[in-house]
């Protein structure tokens, strides 16, 4: 099928005619085949052709693959306007063989396809998956090496993908994509826990030590902000059996960043891999590049990253919940005024932290609790008042993980924390989604901490719930930091990003902490971080906890209203008929007009947290709370002191 005001195909053949379809003799071999309608197209011309492209399109993205005097190349558009200017395509094998530099296309396919799908949680309560593919069969003229690539357009952004065919084991040296900015960019780099920093792609810094990947390298997701108001973020999906992608500046290229296959774990713990060995037929992670014509949509356009990664592996998840979170200290009486807490602020779990089996780093026994917690009492306390309980783990108690894990289900817990993980290369991928699939044996949820990036596999295994990968909220970064998040790491996946309301040492409002709950999208949402109860027993001094007591984190619908990386963003997120509207901005203070369109007709009561007269800092900035009748004509100005924010919950009247 073809969507609404999509142009026709042109024909990709100079000479010579082979049915489209017969790529599926390649490409199904690996789950490639069409999960929708599709239509054959002809085969582009072969041996002997200057240059043949195939291009696919929907919604005003477009991605193109070509090969011109034997050389693979790739580019993007979106609404006429150059995304990712004429780039390289190609891999490099562990026997020197470069797979794009020499090659002719043998076969090709193409397909469309329009479907919608229920995440067990989300964003949106459905996702609409709705692309066109392009499928190219090829041949490396040296060796004779067959390989195929894959790109696809959604209306949301583009992907591409390698595919290596036959049977048998391939070794990968490295990946030779580049991603070519138009002139005039500025990309928003960031490694492990660093702060973001805006930069050409050219000034991506030197980072690393000697027992880490050393170079001009950025973590994923990378957000590329382009002139005109166009953004992109680069994300990746799909990630099995293989390392994780970074990418660096190119000498001698400026605006280009090219991808590099992680040699050492992040933090430099673990065997060095310099290549990665694959059974094929194999399919890398799919290179997506979410794109939006306003910064705002980028954040709505998030989604392209789940529907690239493989549909749910469980048959039940009902077990699954998404929650809020509430940090115990380490004894039975605190996990007991922690579950009283959680009742009476409508948190799902408490988590008992790092030390609660003893020192991290030197303790590798994660099932003896110290003597000061009576664990069994605390869960049973907890779970009898429907409160679940969460346990960190650092990875060094990790070594027998089914036993563990089998051990905590027999206790009652509801999930674990997994702390200090060494994502990055081949082994720690098999290593990362072999947690998940244990975890969800045991029906336990996981939130994987430190620097994992997202790739999609929340989708597949939805009891991974949870995973850091950023400069934590917990380290009181500036609002600037906490502006730019939601179109940067937040668009690869879910963030556990800690929220501290009531810290003397924000940076930011309170205001600006409890619009987090809404403008972040984070399924386990830890809250009232660094806090006790008793800090909270006299309501009457903290008018942001109705705001936390509602809030959810999980939605049934989500719009971006306004926004600009590093500036402001402003998000409404909808659960059954209450919308729960979150707006920050950086240091400067501003006023945003937000048009509440988006509500249904009738009269809703609007609860506005905000920001009051500011204080000689931002954390002295009160929280106003006031109330008015709005409905879907009213433009709400939002007004937000420096660092500041508000946090609105608007209801059917």
């Known amino acids: 099928m073809r ?110 396809v329009h479907d919608t799908w229920s995440p067990v949680y989300g964003r949106n309560a459905i996702v609409t998956d709705h692309y066109q593919e392009q499928r190219w069969e090829l041949r490396d003229t040296v060796s004779g090496t067959r390989f195929g690539v894959q790109i696809r357009a959604y209306k949301t952004g ?93 000498p001698g290229q400026p605006g280009a960043l090219s991808a590099f296959l992680m040699e050492h774990t992040a933090r430099g713990t673990g065997p060095v891999e310099t290549t990665t060995t694959v059974e094929t037929p194999f399919a890398t992670p799919w290179r997506a590049v979410v794109i939006g014509s306003t910064h705002a949509e980028l954040v709505d356009h998030a989604e392209l990253v789940l529907n690239l990664a493989p549909p749910v592996a469980l048959s039940d998840t009902s077990w699954i919940k998404p929650g809020k979170v509430f940090r115990c200290e380490l004894s039975t009486a605190a996990g007991i005024a922690g579950a009283d807490f959680a009742v009476a602020r409508g948190i799902d779990y ?79 991928t098999d290593q990362i989604t072999e947690w998940a699939r244990t975890a969800a044996k045991y029906e336990l949820l996981i939130d994987m901490h430190d620097d994992v990036r997202p790739f999609g596999y929340e989708r597949t295994y939805p009891n991974y719930i949870s995973l850091e990968g950023v400069r934590g ?11 730019t998040l939601p179109f940067a790491r937040n668009i690869g996946g879910p963030l556990d990003y800690t929220i501290c309301y009531g810290q003397s040492r924000n940076k930011t409002t309170n205001a600006h902490q409890m619009a987090m709950a809404a403008v972040y999208y984070q399924p386990l949402n830890f809250l009232f971080w660094y806090d006790k109860p008793s800090k909270y027993a006299n309501t009457a001094g903290w008018p942001g906890l109705p705001w936390f007591n509602a809030v959810p984190t999980t939605w049934d619908e989500s719009r971006t209203l306004a926004g600009s990386i590093g500036e402001y963003v402003a998000v409404a997120r909808r659960s059954g008929s209450t919308w729960y509207l979150g707006a920050m901005t950086n240091e400067a203070a501003r006023t945003l007009s937000l048009p509440l369109s988006f509500l249904d007709s009738g009269t809703y009561t609007a609860t506005v947290h905000a920001d009051g007269t500011p204080g000689d800092s931002p954390y002295r900035t009160p929280v106003v709370v006031s109330t008015q009748t709005v409905t879907s004509a009213t433009v709400l100005d939002v007004a937000m002191a420096a660092s500041g924010g508000q946090a609105i919950i608007l209801e059917p009247s």
């Not at 477009?62 to 990712?84: E, F």
């Open 158 to 250: 583009v992907a591409l993908r390698y595919v290596l065919l036959g049977e048998g084991t391939a070794t990968i040296a490295d990946e030779l994509t580049t991603f070519a900015f138009p002139d005039n960019t500025t990309v928003y780099s960031a490694r492990d826990e660093d702060a973001y920093l805006p930069v050409a792609p050219e000034a991506i810094p030197s980072t690393g030590t000697s027992t880490t990947d050393q170079g001009p390298l950025t973590d994923l997701p990378l957000t590329a902000d382009l002139s005109g108001g166009l953004i992109a973020c680069v994300c990746e999906s799909s990630r099995l059996n293989f390392p994780r992608l970074m990418l660096g500046s190119v």
């Open 3 to 112: 969507a609404a005001g999509e142009q026709a195909e042109p024909t990709l053949s100079r000479r010579g005619i082979l049915k489209g379809v017969a790529t599926t003799a390649g490409l199904a071999v690996v789950g490639l085949g069409a999960t929708g309608p599709a239509h054959a197209a002809d085969a582009p011309a072969l041996a002997g052709d200057a240059q043949v492209s195939a291009t696919a399109r929907m919604g005003g993205s477009s991605i193109t693959m070509s090969v011109a005097n034997g050389t693979l190349q790739w580019s993007a558009r979106r609404d006429g306007r150059t995304v990712i200017e004429t780039s390289a395509l190609g891999l490099r094998l562990g026997d020197g063989t470069v797979l794009g530099s020499d090659v002719t296309v043998t076969r090709n396919g193409r397909c469309t």
């Open 473 to 483: 909220n917990e380290q009181f970064p500036t609002a600037t930091h906490n502006v």
């Open 350 to 428: 408490i988590e008992y932290d790092a030390g609660w089996y003893g020192p991290e780093f030197t303790t590798v026994d994660a099932t003896t609790p110290i003597a000061a917690i009576d664990m069994p009492s605390v869960i049973s306390y907890a779970t009898g008042k429907g409160i679940g309980v969460f346990l960190y783990v650092n990875r060094l108690a990790l070594s027998d993980a089914d036993s563990l894990f089998g051990l905590y289900k027999g206790w009652g817990v509801a999930g674990m924390k997994l702390g200090f993980i060494n994502d990055g290369t081949q082994a720690m």
